[in-house]
Structures are given as C-alpha cells and as structure tokens.
C-alpha cells in the first residue's frame, strides 16, 4: 500500500515501484504462528509407529470427554467434547485407537519443539502447549518457503509432530494464515498472506466464528450486521466496532488489516496463582481419602513451585461434591505462611491440618485442589523473626527437593514419593488407556535386542 501510495503522487516512478516493493518486502519484519497439528494425537504416533495413518482419539481426565482427533478420526465424523460413552460403540465399529491422556509426555514433547522453534527464528513467544508465534526477517527475494519446509522437516525428523506455519504482518493475519495453511491440502501446511496476490479471496473463506479474538456473543453481533467473514470483519467501519467491542474490537481489525498491535511476549510475566486440582475417578466418602488426594495435589504444586522458581505465602485447600446430585456441598480454607516456600514438606505441613475443616461425612466428594498464592521469585527471602531459618538450612533444603526433583525427571513421577499420598490410591485419576512414556520415563523406552 505504501508503494501504491508514492506511485500515485509521483514520487516513486512505476519503472522503480517493482524494485522497491522487492527491497521494502526484503527488509521488513514477519510475524509467524507455528503451531502442531492434532497436538495430543500426534505425540501418541510419534512414540507409537504403528498408529500412523490409523485414526486416534486422546481422552480427558478419568477418560471421560474426547479431547484430541486425529486427522483421520476427523474424517470419521467424530466431534470434539464427545463423552466416551456415548462414542464408544462407534469407535470400535471403525477401530479407532483409544488413548487416555498422557500429560508427562505432551508436556515433554512441548518442551521439545519449543526448543527446536527457538532455534530456527529470532524471537519467540510460546502461546500455549503447541503454538507459538515467531518473529523474522524475510530473505532478499521475499521469500520464507525455503525456511519453512526446512522448518517442517526438522520437526517431523526429530520429533515426529507435523507443524503447520503461518506467516503474516502482524499476529491476527498469522492466525488466519496458519488456518488457511491446515485447512487447504494444496498449501501443505504453509501459508503466507504477506505474498499472497489475492489476500481477501481467501479471508473471504474464513468465517467470523473462526477469527482469532472473535467470541460468541461479537461474532453474533457482528452476523446480525451482514459480517460474516474476516474480509467483511477488516473492512467494516471502526467507529461502529468500538461502540460495540472498545478498543480492543479495533485493534482486532487493525490486526486483520496488517498493523502489528500486539507484540511479542518475550518475557512472560511471573504467575500470580498456581493450582492444582482432579476430579477424582469415583467419589470418595472417608477423611483418609481427602487427606491422600490434598497430599497429593500439594507434592505436585511444590513441584510447580520450584520449576518456576516461585514461592509461596499462602495456600487454599478445597472440595466439592458433584454439581449434579441435590445437596450440593462446596467448601475452601485457606492459611498464611510465616515464611513463604517451595518445600514440599513444609507445604504438606501447613495444607494438610485443613483437610479437616472442609471434610464432611457421608458426602460422595468428586474433586479437590490446592491454590497457591501471593507467590513471590526465589531471589529473595524475607526471613521472619518467629520462624529461624538460617542459610544453610535452606540451602540444605533446596539441594534435597532438587535431588527428589531430578530422580522424578529422571525415572519417572512418582519414583520418590511422599507417604502421605498413600500407594495405589482408589481415587486416582482413571486412565484405563494409558500409552508410553518414553520421553519421560526410563522404563518405557523401547529396547532393541540385536
């Protein structure tokens, strides 16, 4: 447009324009959105050869909902949020794999190919488990096909995941290009709106629902008013947006229209809250139980804790009945520490005396959490005059949970385990599909015996 715009008003001959439209392509700055197809799905065929090309569906907790398709389970119909039960008598008619959720190895594989994103451009921002947007420069022709395929390889050699790319001028053009990059077969998972000859062709494709940033309630609103693809969405009248959406409706289109509002994320502020908590596989009715499951939850966000090296001041502990059944039971507690922590001893200590404030008899309890909160950076303590601790005591501490930290790594969750979570509990989460871990946990790796 800018080149246009100098052709125009004579300031750039038409001989010169194809010139420097090549040079002002060249130099600018792209914005890309990476992100793995059928994230779930593709993890369990990359550590499970043989379910290439078979369809393949990922549960949620205690195998309840379908949360993850693969391609080819897409093509049977099978919808997203589907109870098992409900499908379960279609997926064995067109003998689909079934998988309960494996969070360690999505986890693991995540961590994987953010590492290998990182790598490959010049800033990053993770956006979630599987995506990630990217920030880089075009090449002298314009061209990032080169760097793209690249890119695709290298991800489908080392981990197995197929990626899908898509490049444009700001983060709301990136979305829609690596929609258009998985929905049309021909782009073979790459699409570049910055290059495309005819951009709103294929935004014209793209209906308002699937507009990144569009809800339900706007993209009703916007249905209502004869928008109803993302062209008709960056050419409507800003001021008829902002009185409906704000500011934040009009930097959406802005987005749409190319104008980079929203930066990247480079350094992602600290948390806030961490929480932990699980529906439990069947209810549970004994203190005992809820003592186990708190433990439980407490030792993993200890663990949370640590990896993001916060600490703690304060803690809640809850649990509810199902919303379902009449005389509906919620209760939460919470308590201060006098010296913020990680240490999962010290965490258990101050959680576990609550579990009787909030148990009550013969209620069939179906989940329970903790809540860490008022966290705080590891870089500095503020000692308490009550409650001595002095250097070498932390630090005594702090090389103990990383020593129980990297055996966990190393050999699995659960390797070393803290008694009070009890062995082999009944309430534990239902994963009757369980596949391997073999990124995460050394007995699952495969041996070849030659």
Same mark, same amino acid.
């Given at each position: 447009?800018?080149?246009?715009?100098?052709?125009?008003?004579?300031?750039?001959?038409?001989?010169?324009?194809?010139?420097?439209?090549?040079?002002?392509?060249?130099?600018?700055?792209?914005?890309?959105?990476?992100?793995?197809?059928?994230?779930?799905?593709?993890?369990?065929?990359?550590? @499970?050869?043989?379910?290439?090309?078979?369809?393949?569906?990922?549960?949620?907790?205690?195998?309840?909902?379908?949360?993850?398709?693969?391609?080819?389970?897409?093509?049977?119909?099978?919808?997203?949020?589907?109870?098992?039960?409900?499908?379960?008598?279609?997926?064995?008619?067109?003998?689909?794999?079934?998988?309960?959720?494996?969070?360690?190895?999505?986890?693991?594989?995540?961590?994987?190919?953010?590492?290998?994103?990182?790598?490959?451009?010049?800033?990053?921002?993770?956006?979630?488990? @599987?995506?990630?947007?990217?920030?880089?420069?075009?090449?002298?022709?314009?061209?990032?096909?080169?760097?793209?395929?690249?890119?695709?390889?290298?991800?489908?050699?080392?981990?197995?995941?197929?990626?899908?790319?898509?490049?444009?001028?700001?983060?709301?053009?990136?979305?829609?290009?690596?929609?258009?990059?998985?929905?049309?077969?021909?782009?073979?998972?790459?699409?570049?709106?910055?290059?495309?000859? @005819?951009?709103?062709?294929?935004?014209?494709?793209?209906?308002?629902? @699937?507009?990144?940033?569009?809800?339900?309630?706007?993209?009703?609103?916007?249905?209502?008013?004869?928008?109803?693809?993302?062209?008709?969405?960056?050419?409507?009248?800003?001021?008829?947006?902002?009185?409906?959406?704000?500011?934040?409706?009009?930097?959406?289109?802005?987005?749409?229209?190319?104008?980079?509002?929203?930066?990247?994320?480079?350094?992602?502020?600290?948390?806030?809250?961490?929480?932990?908590?699980?529906?439990?596989?069947?209810?549970?009715?004994?203190?005992?139980?809820?003592?186990?499951?708190?433990?439980?939850?407490?030792?993993?966000?200890?663990?949370?804790?640590?990896?993001?090296?916060?600490?703690?001041?304060?803690?809640?502990?809850?649990?509810?009945?199902?919303?379902?059944?009449?005389?509906?039971?919620?209760?939460?507690?919470?308590?201060?520490?006098?010296?913020?922590? &990680?240490?999962?001893?010290?965490?258990?200590?101050?959680?576990?005396?609550?579990?009787?404030?909030?148990?009550?008899?013969?209620?069939?309890?179906?989940?329970?959490?903790?809540?860490?909160?008022?966290?705080?950076?590891?870089?500095?303590?503020?000692?308490?005059?009550?409650?001595?601790?002095?250097?070498?005591?932390?630090?005594?501490?702090?090389?103990?949970?990383?020593?129980?930290?990297?055996? &966990?790594?190393?050999?699995?969750?659960?390797?070393?385990?803290?008694?009070?979570?009890?062995?082999?509990?009944?309430?534990?989460?239902?994963?009757?599909?369980?596949?391997?871990?073999?990124?995460?946990?050394?007995?699952?790796?495969?041996?070849?015996?030659?």
């Amino acid at each position: 447009s800018i080149v246009a715009e100098m052709c125009r008003s004579g300031a750039l001959p038409f001989t010169s324009s194809i010139r420097f439209s090549a040079q002002f392509i060249a130099m600018t700055q792209v914005t890309a959105l990476i992100d793995a197809n059928n994230f779930y799905a593709s993890c369990e065929q990359s550590l @499970d050869p043989a379910l290439i090309g078979r369809p393949v569906v990922v549960l949620s907790n205690n195998d309840g909902c379908i949360v993850a398709r693969s391609a080819e389970a897409r093509a049977l119909g099978i919808a997203m949020g589907t109870p098992y039960f409900k499908a379960k008598r279609h997926l064995e008619q067109h003998n689909v794999v079934i998988r309960s959720s494996n969070y360690a190895l999505y986890a693991d594989m995540s961590q994987r190919l953010m590492s290998l994103l990182e790598s490959q451009v010049e800033d990053l921002e993770i956006y979630s488990i @599987d995506e990630a947007f990217a920030r880089l420069s075009r090449p002298s022709d314009g061209s990032l096909r080169p760097w793209a395929q690249r890119l695709r390889s290298l991800a489908r050699r080392n981990l197995g995941l197929p990626i899908a790319i898509g490049l444009g001028a700001s983060k709301g053009q990136a979305k829609l290009a690596n929609r258009l990059a998985k929905v049309v077969p021909a782009h073979a998972g790459l699409f570049d709106l910055g290059l495309c000859p @005819d951009p709103d062709r294929w935004l014209e494709t793209i209906s308002i629902e @699937d507009v990144w940033g569009i809800g339900r309630k706007l993209a009703h609103w916007c249905r209502m008013r004869g928008v109803v693809n993302a062209r008709e969405l960056r050419d409507m009248p800003s001021g008829y947006l902002r009185a409906k959406a704000g500011v934040v409706g009009v930097r959406l289109q802005r987005e749409l229209q190319g104008h980079a509002c929203l930066p990247l994320d480079l350094d992602p502020s600290p948390k806030q809250e961490t929480c932990v908590s699980r529906s439990f596989s069947q209810p549970i009715t004994s203190l005992e139980e809820l003592r186990e499951a708190v433990a439980t939850y407490v030792v993993r966000a200890a663990e949370k804790l640590r990896k993001q090296q916060q600490r703690t001041a304060a803690l809640t502990v809850y649990t509810r009945t199902s919303p379902f059944i009449p005389a509906f039971y919620s209760r939460a507690v919470s308590t201060s520490l006098d010296l913020p922590s &990680n240490d999962t001893r010290v965490l258990l200590e101050a959680a576990l005396p609550l579990v009787e404030r909030i148990f009550q008899p013969n209620r069939p309890l179906a989940k329970a959490g903790v809540l860490m909160q008022h966290l705080q950076g590891i870089d500095h303590l503020q000692q308490h005059l009550w409650v001595p601790c002095t250097e070498q005591e932390q630090q005594r501490r702090e090389r103990l949970m990383a020593t129980v930290d990297r055996l &966990n790594h190393r050999y699995g969750r659960g390797t070393v385990q803290w008694a009070a979570c009890g062995l082999d509990p009944s309430w534990a989460m239902r994963r009757e599909r369980l596949g391997r871990a073999a990124t995460t946990r050394l007995s699952d790796v495969p041996e070849v015996k030659a």
